[in-house]
């Protein structure tokens, strides 16, 4: 096996990117320092309402919070051991792939979101974690399949997971469109630790009053 580099190992699949792009576009939480967004078009919630949509989306990141801060720590890839430094990043991409499953069940254990077509965006947004940790078994196992049985195919199968990662922002950015979401996400303590998490620089939302 030909000796791979930090780079091919693990600087190309962009680990903690995939995971906060992932946390972000599941929550509806954007970043909220990225002064050039566009306004909220949305009128406010009534006050039942968005207490309900809070609680909702506290649900959800109370119940992955775990599995989404176990992936603040990152493999760190080791030259002098390749071999090592591809399982620990597959390794990693497994932990992704469970926080997706965890926050699928969450998902639907919680229902629809108390907010306008509630239910179209639980069924779009399970949909698009199945499809995203669908996705990264497939990678993961064909990785895993190459190093142990033909490390040729390696940087192929790796390159691929590459690909997919990036193609993922698409189908999942596009579920931060509900503004009533974005806006209980402010407001739900473990969503509000969860972001700071994953967006150190993003201007932390006030506490309600």
Same mark, same amino acid.
């Given at each position: 096996m030909r000796q791979l580099s930090v780079v091919e190992v693990s600087g190309r699949v962009r680990l903690p990117v995939m995971?906060? *792009?992932?946390?972000? /576009?599941? *929550?509806?939480?954007?970043?909220?320092?990225?002064?050039?967004? /566009?306004?909220?078009?949305?009128?406010?919630? #009534?006050g039942t309402s968005g207490d309900a949509a809070v609680a909702w989306m506290e649900r959800v990141c109370h119940a992955t919070e775990g599995?989404?801060?176990?992936? *603040?720590?990152?493999?760190?890839?080791? !030259? #002098?051991? !390749?071999?090592?430094?591809?399982?620990?990043?597959?390794?990693?991409?497994?932990?992704?792939? *469970? /926080?997706?499953?965890?926050?699928?069940? /969450?998902m639907r254990d919680a229902g629809p979101p108390p907010v306008a077509n509630g239910d179209q965006f639980l069924q779009g947004s399970i949909a698009a974690l199945e499809s995203a940790k669908k996705m990264l078994d497939e990678d993961r196992a064909a990785a895993q399949k190459a190093l142990a049985e033909n490390p040729a195919w390696l940087e192929q199968a790796m390159n691929k997971i590459v690909t997919d990662m990036d193609a993922i922002d698409d189908p999942l950015a596009s579920l931060d469109a509900n503004k009533?979401?974005?806006?209980?996400?402010e407001?739900?303590?473990?969503?509000?630790?969860?972001?700071?998490?994953?967006?150190?620089?993003?201007?932390?939302?006030a506490p309600p009053s």
């Open positions: 995971a906060a *792009t992932v946390w972000f /576009a599941l *929550t509806g939480c954007s970043d909220k320092s990225d002064s050039g967004s /566009a306004p909220n078009s949305s009128p406010p919630s #009534s599995d989404f801060l176990k992936l *603040t720590v990152t493999p760190e890839p080791d !030259p #002098s051991d !390749p071999v090592g430094s591809v399982n620990d990043v597959l390794d990693y991409i497994g932990s992704m792939s *469970t /926080a997706l499953g965890t926050m699928t069940q /969450a009533e979401l974005d806006a209980a996400s407001k739900a303590p473990t969503c509000r630790k969860l972001e700071q998490t994953f967006n150190p620089s993003s201007t932390p939302a």
